[in-house]
């Protein structure tokens, strides 16, 4: 197989990280400053508080990563085109320059509208709902702070925010992926004409089995990153 081809099963690589760079960070960090700022000795944020914090920090989550949000869902789109129609950004960079070079700055932020609704979606309903069925859990004697628990909160988010996210998921890839631009309206109206309300839910299964793992991945990972954090600072759980 040639050298090229080994380059090519993944090509929206750089665009991706860029991605979890810019919109994973933001989010998980603004959330994870807005909950410790709300926390104290007496009380924790209230589930409508949390849906609040993760909202906030979706919608910035967002808009930071927008720019690279559209390179991903384009250079995943190059792969289904003829190859004289593919735009062929070579990584990340090349994309963002090409981009702002030949279309204007202007189309980094292409569906950032629709992007951070998404956002707004995805974190509230994947953190905040991680963090109420956590507590909702621990309220029963039978679980305790472990992987366990970790684990079948971190299950039901995602499927959660697989649900909660699936019809602006199908928006959002459309947008981005359209060589023209259409508004909002429009492209709903158009949408819901040709193929009826079942459009919500496309792609939900494939969709959960990203995400669903994903979002058990994630969860695990930062619970055990924050007890080794305590464990080296010294701070009782």
Request: glycine fraction near 8%; proline fraction near 4%.
């Amino acid at each position: 197989m040639p050298a090229n081809q080994h380059v090519n099963l993944y090509p929206q690589l750089s665009a991706s990280l860029l991605r979890q760079l810019t919109y994973s960070t933001t989010r998980f960090g603004v959330y994870s400053e807005l909950k410790e700022t709300f926390t104290t000795a007496r009380s924790t944020p209230s589930l409508p508080s949390l849906i609040a914090m993760a909202s906030t920090s979706g919608f910035l989550g967002g808009i930071a990563g927008n720019p690279a949000d559209v390179l991903n869902v384009r250079m995943q789109h190059d792969m289904a085109l003829p190859a004289n129609e593919r735009r062929g950004y070579r990584n990340a960079i090349d994309g963002l320059f090409r981009m702002a070079r030949e279309e204007g700055v202007r189309s980094l932020w292409r569906g950032v509208g629709a992007n951070s609704m998404r956002a707004v979606l995805m974190t509230a309903s994947q953190l905040a709902s991680y963090d109420g069925f956590k507590r909702a859990l621990l309220s029963n004697p039978s679980f305790k702070d472990d992987l366990t628990t970790h684990f079948t909160a971190s299950f039901l988010a995602g499927f959660v925010a697989t649900t909660v996210c699936s019809p602006v998921d199908v928006i959002k890839t459309r947008v981005m992926s359209a060589k023209e631009s259409e508004s909002l309206v429009g492209l709903l109206r158009r949408t819901i004409a040709n193929e009826g309300v079942g459009w919500m839910f496309r792609g939900w299964v494939p969709s959960f089995m990203r995400l669903g793992p994903h979002t058990i991945a994630t969860f695990l990972f930062l619970e055990q990153h924050k007890k080794f954090y305590r464990h080296l600072k010294g701070i009782e759980e």
